[in-house]
């Protein structure tokens, strides 16, 4: 099977769903088993291996989003999300979207950026001085990977900055480090660790702070999507949908719920996937307010047959190598039913599925309400529970 769009996918068995991932993905029995087991894939050793005081394990729904077709290739995408409605949304969004070749992103770069603050400088003279020895502090930084450097990648560039505060300047030293397939934050902090005594012989100065940076703007992800006129509802709902936009660019209190809703889609990927959810919600946050005011992350429009064009930016850091990613047996299945190649791969799926959530939302928004889907699984999980 390589066809995302599976009818009726919520209506199946449990059974009959896992045999649909199992042949979609080419999934082993004992990943099989790992899916059916209630605990999340992990017991108590292994959690108390992947952190301090551990006293259990916290599960979360896992579900599958169907109908994607992203850069020409169908997926089932993996999802973790404990709200209700957000994966069926995201399906049917993708599901409009394919009617006009589904996503299409790209990633411009894996760069990781590492600071180093150093401080009782002479800045304009240690920056010449550190731009004298930059590849003397590539070099050493290379030395803290055995193996990015063999892969062509590693430390790549030394850039400054100057910080000017109320009390001092302060000299800002960042290494560009191209971290591979790798989320890149413990080589990256390791490098910044490894050159700051050399960064200090050669200023003169004290290094204080060395570690990465989350606002990964040199790993940008961009995707779009045509949503068809008259699948969307017609003209009226699409003008609609741009108005609903509109506001949320240009008023705070709307964008931030705006963006949450976008965010609904990526975070559940990179749950599924292990990601580090955290430094990837600072990084999109940061990038909405960019240009000086906080903004919708996504922006809406039509092309000239009147569809809906949707456009999606977000600096993503992520990895499919190392972390929890390797660490977890769940969150390896879940890259396996992406049928992920590479890193660049999972932040098009990540990205796209964030779009879809945003259509999703606002479309509901200018139509029917979001409540009205949203209450009725809200009341399904209710019902369960009395």
């Known amino acids: 099977m390589t066809d995302s769009s599976i009818p009726k996918f919520f209506e199946k068995s449990h059974e009959e769903k896992l045999d649909i991932i199992c042949n979609f993905s080419d999934l082993n029995n004992d990943e099989l088993n790992h899916l059916k087991n209630a605990t999340g894939g992990i017991d108590f050793e292994h959690a108390n291996k992947m952190i301090e005081n551990a006293i259990g394990t916290f599960s979360l729904p896992l579900g599958i989003a169907t109908n994607f077709k992203i850069n020409d290739n169908d997926y089932l995408i993996p999802m973790v999300i404990e709200e209700p409605s957000v994966i ?38 240690s920056i010449s001085v550190i731009n004298s020895n930059s590849n003397e502090i590539i070099e050493l930084a290379n030395s803290a990977s055995k193996t990015l450097p063999k892969l062509g990648k590693g430390a790549k560039e030394v850039q400054c900055k100057e910080i000017k505060t109320s009390s001092s300047s302060m000299l800002i030293v960042e290494l560009m480090i191209d971290v591979g397939d790798a989320m890149g934050a413990n080589v990256t902090n390791t490098m910044c660790e490894i050159v700051a005594p050399l960064i200090e012989k050669i200023t003169g100065g ?41 506001f949320a660019d240009n008023d705070v209190y709307r964008a931030v719920t705006h963006n949450k809703g976008v965010m609904n889609g990526t975070i559940s990927v990179a749950n599924a ?21 906080y903004r919708s992350l996504t922006k809406w429009g039509k092309d000239d047959s009147g569809n809906l064009v949707g456009n999606f930016e977000i600096p993503l850091s992520v990895g499919i190598v190392g972390g929890v990613t390797n660490d977890h047996p769940i969150a390896k299945i879940c890259t396996k039913i992406l049928k992920l190649q590479n890193v660049q791969e999972l932040a098009c799926i990540m990205a796209a599925t964030g779009l879809a959530q945003n259509f999703a939302a606002m479309r509901a928004l200018v139509t029917e309400g979001i409540q009205k889907g949203h209450m009725k699984l809200h009341a399904r999980k209710q019902a369960s529970n009395s």
């Open 206 to 246: 004290k290094t204080l702070l060395r570690i990465l940076s989350n606002y990964s703007t040199k790993r940008m992800v961009s995707v779009s999507a045509i949503f068809d006129k008259d699948a969307v509802g017609g003209e009226q709902v699409v003008n609609d949908i741009i108005s609903a936009f509109e």
């Open 273 to 293: 996937t292990g990601q580090d959810s955290r430094a990837i919600e600072a990084a999109a946050h940061a990038y909405a307010s960019h240009t000086g005011k």
């Open 88 to 125: 069926a949304a995201a399906s049917k969004a993708a599901k409009i979207a394919k009617l006009h070749g589904g996503f299409t992103a790209s990633v411009e770069g894996n760069i990781s950026i590492g600071q180093i603050q150093v401080l009782d400088v002479n800045i304009q003279e």
